[in-house]
């Protein structure tokens, strides 16, 4: 009875709070654990790159003056918006991933948890990690840990949700803006988490998130003369050594990393101390 | 009643008897003095005299200083509490108060910086960091850094010349309370402190390989960087050597820490209180003859009242005293090698060139030594060399601005991003400039001020890291979250 052709979503990139094709034109075949045809993502160009880099650039002041508790909340509207389309999220994963509907399940919900963590950081990294530092002269001198500016990263294969979110949101929850390259082989999650995003009140340009190969795309991240800092935990140990020589042209901050704790937040953010004197 | 234009000074020179240099030193490994294989002459860049031959470690020196600090790493520093480490830096800090004026002279004389700043700043910040790290040795584990940090194992620092006693202390002092080991090696032109610091270790009775220390040039720090038996590189010189290290390292494990140069933008507003902001501008630029990293090379003057600072400048700089640095009155030395002096008088050949005008201080410089009079360049733009690259000498270059937000701009137009300072009356405008400067350090109504308690390190190409503070700690700790 149910003859009703469905209609299938056209994966695009996520650049300066919208959706564009690839410049390129190039795109790459996903399939499912079963080997079906799913979707034909895009294969993102460096030109790709380097408008997402200019709209993080935008963005960064802008996202780096709203308030922690501005910050904080918009973090968890995202983990709102992930919540009430949990069914979507869990699907892809099964349908891209071939996992049970458990461990799918338990992905979106981690997933959820972990914004909704991170998301209350946002006004408490401050207090944890600055300092008033009792110097020997009648100054007041403080130490405030402030964004880094424009991050890039390459998030995880797999979990291709978790590793996206832990990804994401110690990154932008300091302030910093990002250029996330999403897993190549189950880009699904991300491009879907880009909706998300669109309507969680982030705005435009603060997260922007390219689908495409980790070999072409880690290599111009890493020499772009605007990317201050790369999170590299998504590529295999053998490529660091290459990203880090290519990287040390502007001294990018790079970094990988094996949890998820307040260590990871501060990673992108710089220590600035304040001088000033005190007298009548 | 008539009164005098102007007093003359007196010479007030200090006495250089205190130090007793050798005619040639070796290296400090394992605890022992060893002698060098080859060696090179160190001089007093004030006189050009020779002060002494500085031993050129090559690779059997790294090698053997490496395997000593390894060897001290495993058998005893890092089985040793904290607590009793900890007693270790604090012998070390008093024995460096002890000795103080020793040390302040040898500094003067290796350096060519003013006795007074050697005396007043260099050697007092420099036991004060080793008293303040002293006590962080049994209290790493409430250091907020996380419940599962170690010591690196064996650091490998290289300092630079312009603060050779302070830089030994900024990295040694921080490592050792971590518990780590160190294979130090000073600046070529700058040896002498770092081996009077040897002397002290002896007198603490440091257990022998924590502290090993080999002298040389920039072949004997490539030897240190690529060496597999360091686990942490330590670095403080120029942005340029900091990329190559970072290279280097990076197919390694090493943790490194770099701390490089500046431009730092010095911002005046038209509400400052202009005297003390001249006598800001003053120190920001010539404390230390402008061999300083976070130094105020960009004046970013209000045009409002662009004329009148730049008036009360030159008057301040007139009174400005170039010249012996054993003198007490004096207040710029010598720059520190001619190498140096080169550097400076070729970008502000290129600062004539490309159109800005210079203005230096009517001071007579001594016929002998490496000389470089107090200067200004006004009408700078931001594409200058002298408005872009660190000159690191007594060189200003002034740029003007209308709004507050041109003035930030304008001082974050530069790769660099180590300090910054900014003067005002107001508040608020204060801590609106300081949270818009892109920069480690910002210095509000005030300019380069230090203490072991304050974390100093760049944003950008200044460097990554910090040094001093809580935050600097982390630099010799891991399994901070990240790698």
Redesign the interface.
């Known amino acids: 009875m149910n003859n009703r052709i469905d209609v299938k979503k056209t994966y695009k990139l996520f650049i300066n709070g919208a959706f564009p094709r690839t410049e390129s034109g190039r795109t790459y075949e996903v399939k499912s654990a079963k080997g079906v045809f799913i979707a034909n993502p895009c294969l993102a160009s460096r030109k790709d790159l380097k408008d997402a880099v200019v709209a993080a650039r935008a963005a960064q002041p802008g996202w780096n003056k709203a308030t922690a508790y501005n910050k904080g909340q918009i973090l968890y509207r995202l983990a709102e918006m992930l919540e009430g389309r949990r069914a979507q999220f869990v699907d892809e994963i099964i349908t891209v991933t071939g996992v049970t509907k458990a461990k799918a399940e338990q992905e979106v919900s981690e997933s959820i948890d972990r914004l909704v963590w991170y998301a209350g950081w946002s006004d408490k990294i401050s207090s944890l990690s600055g300092a008033l530092n009792p110097v020997a002269g009648p100054y007041y001198n403080f130490t405030i840990p402030e964004s880094m500016g424009v991050i890039a990263a390459i998030a995880p294969e797999t979990p291709s949700l978790l590793g996206l979110i832990d990804t994401v949101a110690p990154i932008i929850v300091s302030g910093n803006t990002l250029v996330v390259l999403a897993s190549t082989k189950a880009p699904l999650s991300a491009m879907s988490f880009a909706e998300v995003i669109a309507t969680s009140d982030v705005p435009a340009g603060v997260i922007n998130i390219l689908t495409g190969k980790k070999d072409e795309i880690a290599p111009w991240m890493a020499s772009h003369m605007d990317i201050d800092g790369l999170d590299i935990t998504g590529l295999t140990t053998k490529n660091h050594a290459e990203i880090r020589i290519s990287g040390a042209e502007n001294l990018k901050r790079i970094f990988s990393f094996k949890s998820h704790d307040p260590g990871r937040i501060l990673a992108f953010m710089e220590a600035k101390t304040v001088w000033h004197p005190i007298g009548l | 009643m008539e009164i005098p234009v102007s007093f003359d000074y007196a010479p007030a020179p200090e006495s250089r008897a205190i130090v007793s240099i050798k005619p040639k030193y070796g290296h400090f490994i394992a605890g022992k003095f060893v002698a060098g294989s080859k060696h090179f002459p160190t001089i007093n860049p004030a006189t050009e005299e020779v002060l002494s031959h500085i031993a050129l470690a090559g690779k059997a020196e790294v090698d053997a200083a490496v395997k000593a600090a390894r060897k001290a790493y495993t058998t005893t520093w890092s089985k040793m509490s904290g607590k009793e480490r900890g007693k270790y830096l604090f012998r070390i800090a008093r024995i460096m108060q002890e000795r103080a004026r020793e040390f302040a002279v040898l500094e003067t004389l290796d350096n060519g910086k003013p006795i007074r700043e050697s005396r007043d700043v260099d050697v007092p910040l420099a036991a004060?960091h080793f008293f303040y790290h002293a006590g962080w040795a049994d209290k790493l584990e409430f250091a907020?850094l996380?419940t599962s940090t170690k010591p690196h194992g064996v650091a490998g620092q290289i300092i630079p010349w312009n603060f050779p006693l302070l830089m030994l202390a900024w990295k040694v002092a921080p490592a050792l309370a971590a518990g780590n080991t160190v294979v130090l090696k000073p600046a070529e032109s700058t040896s002498l402190t770092a081996l009077l610091f040897a002397e002290v270790c002896q007198q603490a009775e440091l257990p022998a390989g924590v502290v090993n220390i080999v002298t040389g040039d920039g072949s004997t720090g490539a030897l240190i960087v690529n060496h597999p038996g360091i686990d942490k590189i330590a670095f403080t010189g120029s942005?340029d050597v900091?990329?190559i290290i970072?290279?280097a390292v990076?197919?390694t494990p090493k943790s490194v820490t770099?701390e490089?140069g500046g431009k730092a933008a010095n911002i005046i507003f038209e509400d400052a209180a202009l005297d003390e902001a001249v006598e800001g501008i003053v120190n920001g630029i010539f404390f230390n003859q402008g061999h300083v990293c976070c130094a105020g090379s960009r004046l970013i003057l209000q045009e409002s009242i662009a004329d009148e600072v730049l008036e009360k400048l030159k008057v301040r700089m007139a009174k400005i005293r170039v010249g012996d640095p054993m003198d007490k009155n004096t207040d710029v030395g010598a720059i520190n090698s001619k190498e140096q002096l080169t550097k400076i008088i070729e970008l502000t050949a290129a600062g004539d060139a490309e159109g800005a005008q210079r203005w230096s201080a009517p001071c007579e410089l001594p016929t002998k030594g490496f000389w470089f009079a107090p200067t200004i360049f006004t009408g700078v733009t931001q594409a200058h060399r002298i408005a872009r690259e660190e000159i690191f000498g007594p060189v200003l270059s002034v740029l003007t601005f209308r709004t507050p937000q041109e003035a930030i701009d304008k001082a974050n137009n530069t790769?660099f991003?180590l300090s910054a300072g900014v003067w005002s009356e107001k508040g608020s405008r204060?801590l609106w400039a300081?949270q818009q400067l892109?920069?480690?350090?910002?210095?509000?109504?005030?300019f380069n001020?230090f203490?072991p308690?304050?974390?100093?390190?760049g944003?950008?190409?200044s460097?990554?890291g910090?040094e001093g503070?809580?935050?600097g700690l982390s630099a010799y700790l891991k399994g901070?979250?990240?790698?």
Request: charge should be positive; avoid cysteine; charged fraction near 20%.
């Open positions: 004060a907020g996380g942005t900091g990329k970072a290279r990076a197919s770099l490089l790769p991003g204060i300081t892109r920069a480690g350090v910002v210095w509000a109504n005030t001020k203490d308690t304050s974390p100093f390190g944003y950008k190409e460097g990554w910090r503070g809580r935050h901070v979250g990240h790698e």
